[in-house]
Nanobody, 123 residues
Framework: VQLQASGGGLVQAGGSLRLSCAAPGRTFSNNAMGWFRQAPGKERAFVAAISWRGGTTYYEDSVKGRFTISRDNAKNAVYLQMNSLIPDDTAVYYC?????????????????WGQGTLVTVSS
């Protein structure tokens, strides 16, 4: 099962981007969803997660107050609104579906992954 992430691109520091994640042909409305990112030379790291109904969200400390994760189960989609972007946010961003319904920040809790979308923030 492939998740499709989109919305990445090149943006100047201070700008905004909205990432989207879709799962054609498969519903993840009962699964928690998450966003992770992998910067060059670094391991994939947690960014944000949302529970199956959207009532609980978690964020990595460096993105709190700047990023917002949301979901629309009717559209089988998850979003990551990224504001006040900084060069350290530059990475390939991946969406993922967890095995369970509770929001989780641990990468091993996620079973389904998308192909990633590149976000580049220039200074």
């Amino acid at each position: 099962v492939q998740l499709q992430a989109s919305g990445g691109g090149l943006v100047q520091a201070g700008g905004s981007l909205r990432l989207s994640c879709a799962a054609p042909g498969r519903t993840f409305s009962n699964n928690a969803m998450g966003w992770f990112r992998q910067a060059p030379g670094k391991e994939r790291a947690f960014v944000a997660a949302i529970s199956w109904r959207g009532g609980t969200t978690y964020y990595e400390d460096s993105v709190k107050g700047r990023f917002t994760i949301s979901r629309d189960n009717a559209k089988n989609a998850v979003y990551l609104q990224m504001n006040s972007l900084i060069p350290d946010d530059t990475a390939v961003y991946y969406c993922a579906a967890a095995r369970g319904s509770a929001a989780a920040s641990v990468i091993s809790q996620y079973s389904y992954w998308g192909q990633g979308t590149l976000v580049t923030v220039s200074s």
